[in-house]
């Protein structure tokens, strides 16, 4: 891979249209860079911060995220589930992440935080430590996960069956704790 020195560089690429597959980044600041149906295939980023990018589409074929924050972005359609799995460390903050997959992915201490989390796929997934405070979960479906520890404070619209997750000393706030529920045909007043 092909090492960029610069952040400089980073914005020269952006603005030929350089790709960004094959490349490896590293201690790198992405801000405000539309990013939209570009390739990071076979590209690495380690300690990388992407700052009110618009991550749209991107394919993540094979890519490297070692350490990397997803700040204020906008991340739509993404299949992490095509990451390298053995490098893998990133986290969200107040992005709106929508109709993208994490199953299969072990995920554990992952951050989801003040995020717009919808419509997402996280199926046999270990989430194990992960936070998802204060996101709003809207059609984001859980599915054979390992939810033992995370944290669901102040969440909203989550919908978890716990017949089909492991539910170990998972936090949750009231009253959106109740739709834990919703899996029984009961009546509540």
Known sequence: MKKLPTETTLLVLKNTNMPYANQ?????????INFTDLSFKNSAFTDCVFDNCNLSNVKLENTKLQNVSFKNCKILG???????????????????ISL????????????FKDCKIYEC????????????????????????????????????NYEINPYQNTLKKTKFSAPEVISLLNVFDIELE
């Open 78 to 96: 993404l299949h992490f589930t095509e990451c390298h799995k053995l490098i893998l460390d990133f986290g969200f903050e107040n992005s709106l």
């Open 24 to 32: 490896e980044f590293e201690s790198k600041k992405f801000k405000k």
């Open 121 to 156: 796929e996280f199926f046999d997934t270990n989430l194990t430590k992960a936070n998802f405070e204060n996101s709003d979960l809207k059609g984001t479906t859980f599915q054979n996960s390992n939810l033992s520890f995370t944290s669901f404070k102040n969440a909203l």
């Open 100 to 111: 993208s997959m994490f199953s299969g992915l072990n995920l554990n201490n992952t951050n």
